[in-house]
C-alpha cells in the first residue's frame, strides 16, 4: 500500500504562485494531481509519466509545471499566474501497476 504525503498549498492572490509536493512511500509508475471545485467533478490537473511524459488540462497550460525526482518518489506542481478558477481542493495521485492511490488533498485559494 502506497501512502501519499502533501505539502503546499494555501491562500494567495490571483496572479501570484504556488508550489504543491507530494511524496511517496514507495516505487511509483506515473503521477499526477487533480482537483476538486466545490459543485464539481474532479479533473485532471497534470500527469508524469516515469518516464517524464507530462500531460496538462487545457486550462493550467502555460501556467502550471509538473516535475518529479524518481529517486525520491515525488511529484511537484509549480502554480503561476494563478486565476480564481483555481480554487479548488487539489489531489496528489500515484499509479503503480496494481492500483491507483490518493492523497488526503488540500486547499488552493485563489482570491481576486
Known amino acids: 500500500q502506497v501512502q501519499l504525503e502533501e505539502s503546499g498549498g494555501g491562500l494567495v492572490q490571483a496572479g501570484g504562485s504556488l508550489r504543491l509536493s507530494c511524496a511517496a512511500s514507495g516505487s511509483i509508475n506515473a503521477m499526477g494531481w487533480y482537483r476538486q471545485a466545490t459543485g464539481k467533478q474532479r479533473e485532471l490537473v497534470a500527469r508524469?509519466?516515469?518516464?517524464?511524459?507530462?500531460n496538462y488540462a487545457d486550462s493550467v497550460k502555460g501556467r502550471f509545471t509538473i516535475s518529479r525526482d524518481n529517486a525520491r518518489n515525488t511529484v511537484s506542481l509549480q502554480m503561476n499566474s494563478l486565476k480564481p478558477e483555481d480554487t479548488a481542493v487539489y489531489y496528489c495521485?500515484?499509479?503503480?501497476?496494481?492500483?491507483?492511490?490518493w492523497g488526503q488533498g488540500t486547499q488552493v485559494t485563489v482570491s481576486s
Open positions: 495521485n500515484a499509479e503503480d501497476f496494481v492500483s491507483m492511490y
Open positions: 508524469i509519466t516515469s518516464a517524464g511524459s507530462t
